[in-house]
């Protein structure tokens, strides 16, 4: 007789995940809801566990950290009545792969220290490239970490700053650390902002009336609470707000940007706001320059649910062929917990999709995906697609070849599991089994970024290590394990 | 200082909402994981609840039910190593709007009886117009019900009746229950399903292989076990399953069908086939009819996410104007639990959905959504566009105006609630506050359904009581209680 | 290395064990709190679940049940809140040896019918001897049972009554039974108590104020509650309590009442009252009794904790060697959940108890239990006391040979487990391997209970069955299942 | 209508308690199951928390800590599978009063710290008296404590050590801190004890066949696992297992013991031996002792349980009264969660006991019991006593007045609470409302526990400082904070 695998795992994780998102307000009443709607906005960015920290007078310093979305947790009374005050700050995480199972709540930031000048939280999106080195000079120096995150180094690095306010220590602990960094943060007066010099991952400032503030990685956190969009942190800069003001200081030697271009891609929500861009837009002329790049004659474009939504109406704009929802997506997936053998994934994949069975059968389908990682999802989706009965299946996907990890904050499989590091595109489509595979170019993903001469290789604006192998930070900790750059060409 | 409500609740649920999914499996090793697999793919039928029933000869029927999503319950060992064997039934459930407070876990189906030929269970989707009745009776006679579902009025039917075989029980049972009911049995050996003679609630046969079979409420169930569709079990079949044979019979009075067209405009999933029709390409057809119907000018087409999909997708394809994403779903938003005042109400569409304001601003925006129930989610919407800058806004509805309540397995707030029996079109436009709001007409829906000439007013093809009152059973229960039919014309 | 068996599990169960206890009130405010303190003080008539149900105009019957400790159940808001009302009835369970896995929250009482006068529910301590015939019947009849537990019997022959009246329609249904049955049971306005004829099962009434009653099976209930110790409820007497009045009645043929004699041994609590003599002062006596008939040199006397500590102190009193606690209890060890090997078994009575090595060495020992049943603890302490270094180990037990089994809602082994059913005196002290090993005789129990005479083998005062095989009311079902009767002498 | 408070709190609290006990096993396979027993067995030395650490070479340092009872934490395998190695330690925990409501996870121990030569973990039982000194100065120097626990210091010292081995790096911590401890540790290979200079807190090895040892705070700790009891830790020794040998040093200078008389009154276990002399036989000889020094005549001596058994035993003995159990202890009472009103607490002692009616009823009483703290629970149970017909009421306390808070590891209220330091004899026996009031005299007590000629007030053998204010050590801490010692007399 048949058998089938158990609910749940995720058939469609060939992705890569951004692995955090950070939130804080200052000047409101009960902050710790405020934080949660902004980590709820959040929630894509990290879904694995949140914490909140909030300061009240009577009280002091409260924190709270669970396993699971923020509306399972951080909605009830039983944990949000222990979180009062006018400022807080919150984290949303998603763990790398690699220490999946062994992830403790203690590893769920914000992480606190407790100073003799007072007590300081601090939330970090991104990864330090030197945390390993860092973390073993301090232990031997007497710290004793409590977490397994790198990101507590900074704490500790606070710790033994001699400097006697706290948003001097947070300068003091930042310069010595290399890598990617937005953090939030906040003492029992002040709420902190800073983005590394590169400006890496991104960091917005929001206004709520006169004189409250919030910071959110991305706008679609301001919008959820009702804040007007003032600005984004600057690459390198540092903001303490207090009392209703906003003080911005440059706490780093300057340094041209490289904000991350797959933030564009993939990572952020499509309606916040990224470099006065809307992501939903770029995402949406992707596709229209993928159209322009890779034509194909075929009856439907479809999207490959969700996130290649825009770039198929972009794609179905520019060429004419209709647009169509040729695969469903069940919207009770959500989460995914077990982990399956390589054979039931390779069953799995209608756990979360379904085909639109009347709609392709007989059609020449383009599907249109925002990336391809290690290939498995495509294989899957194609099965899928021609056991309906599609006459053709062509692949066009929204990023040029993943074929490099990413060390600034993203997990990513090591380098030997990317198919693009592996296989020529054409290699690819034969892998994948279709009838063509077409991936954008960069200089056609900087385009539909706003940089109309494509990508200068001299000075790229963005951070995209993971396509050309170009990592504007050296990684320090990685090098030491036996990493090996890209050769200089 | 600003003070925020907390998550969750739903903004967004100004919805008729299905009742009930219905699944059943027979010949399968380990019959559970197929059930929960079915359950989890007709969970947009009901997502309150559910519950599994199986049979296996060494420990006899075997049930757990509970509160929440499928993927949260029946995925987990401790719940599903307790439903050994071949054969099980499962039912998704959505309380009534009235009980939702006071629901408790014996309400969850499927009901079991012992009698003294064995264990039946039974999952029932629909309504029973005369369960009032029949339980008053009932319970004089010395039956005690064990919950406040009217469902169980058909098990206790069952241990009335004097057949010697529980499918004739069955059948004396379903005789005496007016109304609407899709149910799915389960004895020892045999899985049972019927559809009430008039065929109001949907529900398919499938084959697994030789020998296996299924039952499920929409095609959508079949493809996420890989199983082949065979057909729709037809207005008053009972088809009785056992031994990888499927026994076919008529067990009441032959009657014009009478199925319920709003599961061609909401209910079913748009992958599901109802009819020998495509569910999506149904709803697209309603866009390309409102089109044709309440043309507008404007710069943007866009769904009110996800269910106006379909319907905003046709209208562009008709109209030319372009399809965007103008509102964006947080898809973590899940199941809602509090209960908000109406003004928390007003305050949260946001939790739920973004507008992507730099799409939007300056725009015509034509916003196609599937039905309007009482208003006020609407206004919220046309709120959101407004303050984001949205120049025009212009409601396209993919259903006609509903005015009259469901008695047939459809939770419908009561008459007095629908905006559509208090107002008039032009009223209802005011009261939204939009610059046009158009409803697709009762004969444009026929005919997207496939029916060219519209709507046969002497012999209509549908179930359409709650957009024309017209009732197909006399709903025997509500009349007692004082409801008003509709006067003759 | 050495390997140990992991917490927890009871090494000391060999005992018999009381099925039930029952509670309830009327006239108070919040009577569930009453009735939990009430399931409280009788948590050791049944340790393995409780059940709650009151009665408030506002919201009509509410209940609540839960496996577990009354003092980890019955004591947050989340459930006594959803218990509104002045008058209540609960039920603590001992689920029987056999389905104790299988037991489901759904066979913990009170069992509650809806009538078409009103709803009633009802809490039974005791067995009916006649349940599975009755069973057998009345679901061919068409009643549907909700649990596996015979006493739901009631309230479907409740349901089958004809009478208007639920207190007439209790004495209808109780008077189709057979066996032991103490109850409790409750409508909307009245709260009603009812032993069998035989009075096997205890039952007592207390006063609270001018008003409020309140019903228990034994008097530490009221003691708990603050209520003033009424009177027993007779057997075959029926109170029904409403308005501040209590009013008795006799529905049952009078018979010589037979009082479970095994309450005055074990089951009661040490402060309770039975038959007008205190619990503790009769296990005293028995110790006394004890002493006169099997004196023995010793140098200490130590009870098994904790049944036998009374009967401990009056055996030294009587014999002039000091008492001692040579083997202290874990208090911590409560219930225990897995059910361990044989093998583990033999190991792990140090889980609970502890020698008092310092105490006992060297030392004749007297050791006073209150009985013996398969004798398997008695083997494990034993060992215990050896090992400690004990020169002597004499057994004294506070009751007879316990031979047969119980029908009357105790829980014992079937009479092939019984080791007195298959030794003599003798063999059970070799078996056990001891010095010395004696049981109270039967008379030398009627006289500590204060029947001076002994026992009466024409018309004992107890039911004995356990000790003599002479069985008050003949177990119907057993019979129809094979047992076979003791062959009269 | 009479109201009732809700279960369950403590009516009977008014207790001194020791703060916590600790365990340590090497050598056996599945030390985890070993802790879990030890602690079970220590459970009564801590009740709110409890944790456990364990190395296993394949996984690391693994640890769990749960809030509740050993029995109902440690004893699952979702817990249990995640402790493997053969090596392990475990503490159980009562928080001190002021914290009890704020008490964290974080703060129940073992601590662990990585340092650059591995891992190690630590418990600890007694009180530092420089903590909070040690505590700002660390933070001072970059340290980050991760809990509200002063015993966290010693692990921060360890890490500020410079010595390159784990064992001496705790000597230099352990070097720096004042107070009394006893303390269990454990590096990868090696399972380490101290106890402090004077010894206040005990400390046993046991061991476990060839090669295996065991460390705990009482000899109940191994007799639960079968260890043979070897010999007490002295005070100021420290022992380091490594390989089944164990090595003995003496790291701190030499100093007269002091160990806390009170283990012997109240705090260990009865079947524990402390310092040689079982501890059941000290408490029997207390109450010798108290019948010689204040004898009353009486009808019944009866002890308030269960503390007072062993001395009422020896009180009946000396005095030739007999002995009874007047009180009854309700067994399923467990712990207590709710801190009620000072009057809900008045009513709330017979939750907890039910005098025994019967026996009571016109007889004059000794009750004797171990302390007087605050003289509450004295009242309540006077009242108890009276109300069921005492003739007379005579109190006999088996402890001298405690008039002084202790510093050491035991949670005593402040000075101004305890009723010995706020009134004569006298005047406690008028403020509790008996016939008389007696306590045990503190040569007396020296005598009981084998110091014929009572206590030397040049060199007393015990820390007595709660009866005598002659604190061994003075609390830096305290007197800091203003707290005064008593005057040289």
Redesign the interface.
């Known amino acids: 007789?048949?058998?089938?695998?158990?609910?749940?795992f995720d058939p469609l994780d060939d992705k890569l995940k951004e692995e955090c998102g950070i939130f804080g307000v200052i000047?409101?009443?009960?902050a710790a809801?405020?934080v949660?709607?902004g980590m709820?906005?959040l929630?894509?960015r990290g879904?694995e566990a949140g914490g909140i920290v909030t300061y009240d007078p009577a009280t002091g310093f409260n924190s709270a950290r669970r396993f699971g979305?923020?509306?399972?947790n951080?909605?009830k009374a039983d944990v949000?009545d222990t979180l009062p005050g006018?400022i807080g700050i919150g984290h949303v995480r998603y763990s790398t792969a690699g220490s999946k199972g062994a992830t403790a709540i203690r590893d769920v930031q914000p992480f606190f220290?407790?100073?003799?000048m007072g007590g300081c939280a601090i939330a970090h999106n991104g990864n330090l490239t030197n945390a390993h080195q860092l973390r073993?000079e301090l232990?031997?120096?007497?710290?004793?970490?409590?977490s397994s995150s790198d990101s507590e180094c900074i704490?500790?690095l606070m710790?033994?700053s001699i400097q006697k306010n706290l948003a001097e220590r947070i300068k003091d602990a930042l310069r010595r650390v290399e890598g990617a960094f937005s953090v939030v943060a906040m003492t029992r007066t002040k709420l902190i902002g800073v983005r590394d010099p590169l400006g890496v991952r991104p960091l917005v400032l929001g206004r709520?009336?006169e004189s409250?503030y919030a910071l959110s990685s991305e706008t679609?956190g301001l919008?959820?609470?009702?804040a007007e969009f003032v600005r984004e942190i600057e690459p390198g800069e540092m903001v303490v707000i207090e009392d209703g003001k906003v003080h911005s200081t440059r706490p780093f030697a300057p340094a041209p940007s490289r904000f991350c271009i797959f933030e564009h891609v993939y990572f952020s929500?499509?309606?916040s706001?990224l470099e006065g861009?809307?992501v939903?837009?770029t995402r949406?002329q992707i596709g229209v320059e993928l159209a322009k790049e890779a034509p194909v004659e075929a009856d439907l474009v479809c999207p490959v649910p969700?996130s290649g939504?825009?770039a198929a109406?972009g794609y179905s704009?520019q060429s004419g062929i209709?647009?169509?929802?040729g695969i469903?997506r069940?919207?009770?997936?959500?989460r995914t917990?077990?982990e399956p053998t390589e054979q039931i994934r390779n069953m799995g994949v209608?756990?979360k999709l379904?085909?639109?069975?009347?709609?392709i059968k007989g059609k020449r389908v383009i599907l249109v995906d925002d990336s391809v990682v290690r290939g498995t999802t495509s294989i899957k989706i194609r099965e899928m697609i021609l056991e309906a009965g599609a006459a053709e299946v062509h692949f066009r996907i929204a990023s040029p070849p993943t074929a490099w990890p990413c060390f600034y904050g993203v997990d990513t499989p090591e380098r030997a599991k990317l198919l693009a590091a592996q296989m020529t595109e054409d290699e690819m489509r034969a892998f994948i089994g279709v009838d063509s595979l077409k991936f954008i170019s960069l200089d056609g993903l900087y385009r539909a970024a706003g940089v109309a001469a494509g990508r200068d290789p001299k000075a790229p604006k963005y951070c995209d290590a993971c396509f050309s192998g170009d990592y504007p930070v050296a990684p320090a900790d990685m090098i030491e394990k036996g990493f090996a750059m890209k050769a200089a060409e």
Request: with cysteine; proline share 6%; glycine share 6%.
């Open positions: 007789m048949t058998q089938l695998p158990r609910l749940p000047g409101v009443t009960d809801n405020f949660a709607l709820h906005a929630q894509h879904q979305y923020v509306r399972d951080f909605t949000m006018s220290g407790e100073f003799s073993r232990i031997e120096r007497g710290s004793i970490f409590q704490i500790h710790a033994r709520l009336g409250a679609c919008d959820i609470i009702g929500r499509p309606d706001i861009r809307s939903y837009e949406r969700d939504t825009p109406i704009q209709p647009y169509a929802m469903i069940n919207q009770y997936m959500g917990f077990i209608r756990l379904n085909v639109n069975r009347a709609l």
